[in-house]
């Protein structure tokens, strides 16, 4: 898991700093946050005490209404207990109470320079903070965005990987990773392929070398996520273990727990992988569909055999 800390917020969300510079190195460890409420008349039973503080319009509208004697116990009680920062969506106008007590309490105090939603603000907040502190592991591939659907290309190395993913790409597919891909579980059913930043919009190609995908084709070329539906495992070909079916049980690969559809395609000289590559993504939208080629085919002879009777 990646570590996160308030400074980083500071830095992804242009944010102000207005008490508590000393401590922005404070780590944030949930991807959920709090808007206290309840907490300002007195009730603790279920504050998340880890998770970052919002304060919108509604709750220093609420605060600037109190004396500055109810103000002080308020809010006191609430920094009591160290949550790792407080974001505040609002004016900043009156808010010397409120940087006075974070600055006691060695707590960040940061404020959006760009007044809005709060609702919206928490939205993008929740949304970064889930991806950077989902669980995550790291694997030898390639990841692709093809016709909008994320894939895993695998294989041994020298399969022909990221020469099928330079194909791909030529045809108007995205790069996502080369080499090490990043696989970050954001949910209980879902993974989301990135790279590492250190690979970032670089394929490598053997006889060839590094390669920037951005620099030679343009910014269509590169897509920086995306969410993992197929794995696409290469291997040599083999004559004898070519499956030849109409269709046969869709196979997993699992990561994290999470179960991707899975299946093998072999390579050999002159064989188009990049197309067949193609035709199984088609084929896996016309399935999540309803739709299955083989389930028409088989109808079609058994409307045919009844004519025939």
Known sequence: MKKITVENLVEKFGLKVLAGEKHLKNAITQSNVHRPGLEFVGYFDFFPTERVQILGTKEVTYLHKLS????????????????????????????????????????PLLITYKKGS???????????????????????????????????????????????????????????????VVLKKIGLNSLLGTHDEKTKEF???????????????????????????????????????????????????????????SIEIQVQPGRDVAGLIEAAVHNWILRKQGYSAAEEFMSRIENDNEDCN
């Open 68 to 107: 500055k004697e109810e103000r002080k116990t308020r809010i006191g009680n609430i920094v009591h207990y160290h949550p790792p920062c407080f974001i505040v969506t609002a004016e900043e106008e009156g808010l010397t109470y409120l940087t006075h007590h974070c600055i006691e309490e060695e707590i």
């Open 118 to 180: 709060t609702s919206e603000f928490i939205a993008k907040l929740s949304l970064y903070l889930s991806k950077e502190l989902a669980p995550q592991i790291s694997i030898h591939g390639v990841c692709m965005n093809v016709s909008g659907i994320g894939i895993l290309l695998r294989g041994n190395s020298g399969v022909g990987k990221s020469e099928t993913a330079h194909t791909l790409i030529g045809r108007g597919h995205r790069l996502v990773a080369d080499d090490i």
């Open 203 to 261: 394929l490598a190609l053997r006889s060839i070398g590094l390669l920037n995908v951005v620099r030679l084709y343009g910014s269509k070329a590169f897509q920086d996520e995306t969410r993992i539906a197929l794995d696409i495992h290469l291997t040599k070909w083999e004559k004898d273990d070519l499956n030849n079916e109409l269709d046969h049980d869709v196979e997993y690969k699992e990561y994290m727990g999470v179960k991707i559809p």
